[in-house]
């Protein structure tokens, strides 16, 4: 059975199936990486670990290091090849665009802190002030386009509560003619349900109703409607000494 050994990068034990010096992947990885890193910059391999171990960039001091393997990148000098340290990827990419050269740092420096303000470009309306009116320009225009969709929403509400209106007024004068005609009806049918000879043929209550669909709409006057409907169709108004009653009509309901 295989003894467990340490690994030689991070110290964790493990059993090795074969001549493994590391305990997996990560750390051959990660030594790979060192030698790599100590053969480029001719430094041992403490001093390798040394300056991947940095944990913010020399100049920014920023904890980020930009690159993907989160490692700050190791600084040298391109005349002499001494390690200078462990940058980030904008400082690192700020030295090499400035060539190393002092003298373009300095006058990067220089760029920075002079009051610019005195420039032909800057005078007259600032940028700020530009920047400010055209907001404004546009806030005011998007208001404006704001208050006419009101407007015209709050005119369209209005139209639609003038029709609402103009269809509850029409359903009321509905609603009022149904109940004048339904009390019509029941004036009629009241004349109807006299009490009449025991042989006189009596008119159904629904051959009054059909008759009363029939004839009463738009008619000015329903009962005198349906007088004449029933008359039409044979019927005949019979007056007793206790009131009146239709007869002659044989029709099913």
């Not at 639609?160 to 019509?184: G, M």
Request: glycine share 6%.
């Amino acid at each position: 059975m295989a003894m467990a050994k340490d690994c030689e990068q991070c110290g964790t034990p493990f059993v090795p199936t074969g001549p493994a010096r590391y305990c997996g992947d990560d750390c051959r990885t990660e030594v790979q990486a060192v030698q790599l890193t100590a053969s480029t910059y001719a430094l041992t391999l403490e001093q390798t670990r040394a300056v991947r171990a940095v944990e913010a960039c020399m100049i920014c001091r920023s904890t980020i290091s930009g690159f993907e393997s989160g490692i700050f990148a190791v600084d040298h000098c391109h005349d002499t090849g001494v390690v200078r340290g462990a940058l980030c990827q904008s400082c690192n990419f700020l030295l090499g665009n400035a060539r190393d050269d002092v003298d373009v740092l300095f006058s990067a420096i220089k760029y920075l802190v002079k009051d610019h303000s005195t420039e032909p470009w800057n005078q007259g309306r600032s940028r700020q002030d530009e920047t400010a009116q055209r907001q404004e320009t546009r806030l005011t225009a998007r208001l404006e386009r704001a208050e006419r969709t009101l407007s015209a929403s709050e005119s369209r509400v209005r139209e639609l509560e003038a029709i609402l209106a103009e269809v509850s007024a029409d359903t009321a004068l509905a609603a009022r003619r149904r109940a004048r005609d339904a009390e019509a009806l029941d004036d009629f049918l009241k004349e109807m349900v006299t009490p009449a000879p025991p042989d006189s043929p009596r008119i159904p209550a629904s051959t009054v109703r059909a008759a009363w669909s029939t004839w009463s709409s738009g008619a000015t006057c329903p009962v005198q409607s349906l007088h004449d409907a029933l008359h039409k169709l044979g019927g005949t108004l019979r007056r007793t000494n206790t009131g009146r009653y239709w007869e002659g009509i044989a029709l099913r309901d």
